[in-house]
């Protein structure tokens, strides 16, 4: 084998990695490779797959929406597979209107877009009182189109495109783990530093609620979220929440919003969206943000749109997930039990720092080098569990889980095997 010569794969550097694996099927939580290897899909293929590759529900689902009706042009039309779904989310996240994307990126381009232009159809775009700050959390991370990187935080994957993004104002992310004892006086700095920045007109705050995950799986506690989100609110900005990363159940609650009792206008969806089985995102959006693009005007309009949008596979898909995670909450509210044991036990290691765990996510830091995305000790890592047969991608020094929810009980302790021999290895 050897690098395929049409292809070109994400974020990996071909002068410094190993090939990739041939993949020829996934079932449940396990992948099966071309030369018959098994291995433990112990992040969900990049956090999207929800309960298991392969789930039989959502496969029939798909196959018998694809009969039926695939894929129809959504201005000027509309189906009933994306009224249910836009019926479904509204009432599990209080946001009563869905606009359909592609991905998690272009959920986040879209929540921006329509905050921005929100305050512009206010009649605020000639006033003195114009809101032009956007404000957005150090370390952020809402994706790779170029607004969505703005947002995030500058880094590795953004400097060459640096004169191309605009600016932000950024807040400090006061992230913690079990036994921090100086959590609080970093959620009074960052929520002095938030006060500050409010005092600009601003038209959007956007945070990833509960877990920051791309920057290294930064846990914050709920009640710094609310305390956001009275300021927010106190200051008349809108609040987006990207939840492209936490919805859907992987924080224990099938939103990260609802479980840290904020309620933001704005909520980007997409990996768990449907089940892991195909691209879509939707951005959910209050009705007074809908109202607001409700006009004789034409340029009221709220020109933006997606070739693919509402595509009825997608929708089919996203329903049949739905109903599973509605049919088993348990899977998900109970997760955090499973993993607290087995990851109190690795933390008893020397090398192993900084555990967390929220939901269906378990992370740690290795005390290795420096921290940082290109600490060779999460490739070291990687190496050693796919040996032991658990696929995982550590950020750096930040090793984390995050299992499909059907991974039996001895798979999980697999992975957490895995991880102790790795790191024993290390010592
Ligand atoms: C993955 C991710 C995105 C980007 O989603 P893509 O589907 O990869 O474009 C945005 N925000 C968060 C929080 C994410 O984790």
Sequence with gaps: MSWHPHLWHPTTQV????????????????????????????????????????????????????????????????????EQLATRISALTGLERLFFSDNG?????????????????QGSGDAAGLRRQVIAFEGAYHGDTFGAMALGERSLFTDPYEPLLFAVARVAWPHSHWGDDA???????????????????TAAVILEPLIQGASGMRVVRPAFLRAV?????????????????????????????????????????????????????VTMASERLYQ????????????????FTANPLGCAAALASLDLLQAHPERFQQFELRHTPLLEELAQHPLVRRPRCVGTMAAFDVEAGEASYLNPVGKQ???????????????????YLLPPLGISTPQLEQCYGALRSAVDALA
């Design 15 to 82: 002068a410094t990695s190993p090939e990739p694996l041939q993949v020829r099927s996934a079932r449940g939580s396990e992948l099966v490779l071309a030369d018959g290897r098994r291995l433990i899909d112990a992040i969900s293929s990049w956090w999207v797959t929800l309960h298991g590759h392969a789930e039989p529900a959502i496969a029939a689902a798909i196959a018998r929406q694809a009969q039926q009706l695939e894929q129809v042009i959504f201005a000027n039309f509309s189906h009933a597979p994306a």
């Design 105 to 121: 990126s272009t959920a986040v381009e879209v929540a921006l877009k329509i905050a921005w232009q929100w305050w512009r159809n």
């Design 183 to 201: 959590v609080e006086q970093r959620e009074h700095h960052a929520l002095r530093q938030l006060e500050r920045a409010l005092e600009t007109p």
């Design 229 to 281: 989100a009275e300021r927010v609110k106190a200051a008349g900005a809108l609040l987006i929440a990207d939840e492209v990363f936490t919805g859907f159940s992987r924080t224990g609650d099938l939103f990260a919003c609802r479980r840290a009792g904020i309620q933001p206008d704005l909520m980007a969806l997409s990996k768990g969206l449907t089940g892991g089985f195909l691209p879509m995102g």
């Design 292 to 307: 607001g693009f409700i006009s004789e005007r034409p340029e009221a309009t709220f020109f933006h749109g997606h070739s």
């Design 381 to 399: 890592i990687q190496r050693h569990c796919l040996e032991q047969g658990v696929y995982l991608r550590p950020l750096g020094n930040v090793v």
